[in-house]
């Protein structure tokens, strides 16, 4: 025995580790999380990082971190515990000790629950792990359960729990609110404990992502150094706390917010907490976003490896006043310019409360005679004839109390039982009690309704445009009150789940009064969401950079507005809107009329364009290269397809200052060895100085292009072939 293997028994001893003890890689392609266990003691976490092959390495390094996989509260009582409990007897302390393991396959993942079990209470919790072995993606999560006598209350319940082994450590994460969502944070851990959470109750992407990246020991960088992502799969309420010591070192704590959630679990009743999906790339920001783009369209998204269709939305061309007429033109006329596919957005339903203004109608989801007299029928007719697909908008969890609807259910909105609820949008909406297995139904009926009656619909967007007042549910019983911000989830999720399988083939958007819906809880069950209801061009610049950090472009809806921007009243040039909207999911938001004769020709090219680049777009790997943030007066991104072949490269000016410098515009991704040739594309004028020049990847990767991008709002795309 060596040396350091002398000295390692000696720190097995020091930990009262047995000989026995095992350790446990659990991998993907390129990383790897290292859990060690040994039977009757604490499981621990020893390494999480780029791929290992043997535990020597961590052992033989001393870098071993010791440091539990799911503290509980009770025994060690000065560390944040990832589990609190209050057992029927009173007793608040659990020791949970490593008892087996059970592993299994789903798909190509591999799944490893770890059962920790207590020696004087019949308490179980498993802590999982499911390693994919496609992408480098590690969802953990945990499931919780007891066989005492009475129920056992749980106060805290992480998702999982992450100890980091880096000090100096960087957080990045997404902040905003209605019109800003997205915005890019970033700063060091200090000693103490950082708390991100939501407290809406039914959508929780509008403030702040359930999503972060740690930077390790430097400054984030887009391209370069170790970096962990974690994003949480969960629509409702949540925490993530990021606990730094003196030492600087930081341990993870994420999953459901419990604020007023706690959760009287019954005996053999099983809680499952929603899975944390956590990365590593030694690759920087970049990288973590590239895995995660990569997890999301093979395993997480809706119909994530389908190319999606260029679509025009009624919101903001036509607000609430839709009619049979206006909305004829607007699909003749998207479809002259090429488009697939048109979404009727609100304004369509209600009868003896009709959806006049945004304060009736709610719940009553029957086409308005008055509007639309021929019906959805002939809607669907008129789509047919355009050769173009069509969509209609709900928002099904809510209610106005100007319904009929809410004259017949009054008990099932979310209320208390003594109080005037509180109202939110047009004074008069309420949110449905989606506890209730009744809402459940009803909402169900709805897309169910709809589809049965009209099977042509290939989109919904919906939509849910208020948070969770006057806490209380008349469905869930008086001990259980404190269920409700995770019932609800559960209900929402329950549902989509039945419009899934019932209606594989549907496509759906998730909107939560714009960004509000931007997480993983329910992006299985949609194929894209509403980054913003803000459609300034030079504002979703900020917003779609934000959100690609964890959401593929597939996933995000970028739409062409008007030339003054509805939201900021900025004037900004077709061409630019379009380039902006073209890096993700291209779609429109205005009255296609008002794009001037003159311009029509360009609009209608540039869809045909979007459609030759959207498979690299929409399923290509994303290179950040020049972040907004950065404040050098321009931005710049691009794809690549798998093969390497086929690249789009964006460039914007973002502020025009004079004497300001222009950085030299860095590819990455490329490969060093091929050519490849440059084309400008979605232009007005031709403009680069490169077009149709052949460069080597390993030349535009370390020197660049230099672009002659021209004054404010003037913006570049450039198809990069190999030759
Ligand atoms: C929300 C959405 C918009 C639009 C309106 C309709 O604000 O984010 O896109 O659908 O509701 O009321």
Redesign the pocket.
Known sequence: MNKFKLLLSGVCLLFGLAANAENYLISTPNTTLFVEGVKGKQLNIQYYGSRIESADEVYDSGTALWQPAYPAFGLECTREPAIQVTHADGNMSLDLLFNNVEKSTEGNAQVWKFVLSDPVYPFQVKVCYKAFQDVDVIEAWTEISHSEKKPVTLYKFASTYIPLRDNKNWLSHLHGTWTAEGYLFEEELLPGIKVIKNKDGVRNGQDDNPSFMLSFGQAPSENSGAVLGATLAWSGNYSLKFDTNHSRKTSIIAGINEDASQYVLMPKEVFRTPELAITYSMEGKGGVSRNFHRWARNHKLAHGTQLRDVLL?S?EGVY?NVNQEVMNDMMSDFSKLGGELFVM??GWFGNKYARKT?SSGLGDWEVDVEKLPQGIGALIASAKNNNIKFGI?I?PEMVNSKSELYEKHPDWIICQNNRTPEMGRGGTQLVLDLSNPKVQDFVFGIVDDLMTKYPQISYI?W?A?MNLHNYGSYYLPKDKQSHLYIDYHRGLIKVLQRIQAKYPNLAMQA????GGRTNYGVLPYFDEF?AS?NTDALQRIYIQWGVSHYYPASAIAAHVSAEKNHQSGRIVPLKYRFDVAMSGRLGMEMQPKDIPDNEKDFARKAFATYKEIRPIVQLGDQYRLISPYERQGVASLMYISEDKKDAVFFAYRIENLRCQLTPPFKMQGLDPNKKYKLEEINYIDKKLNQHEKVISGKYLMEQGVSLNLGDEYSSMIIRLKEI
């Open positions: 939305n919101w609430l957005d609100d945004d908008w928002e967007k939509d445009n909107c939560g009064g714009g509403w209801d």
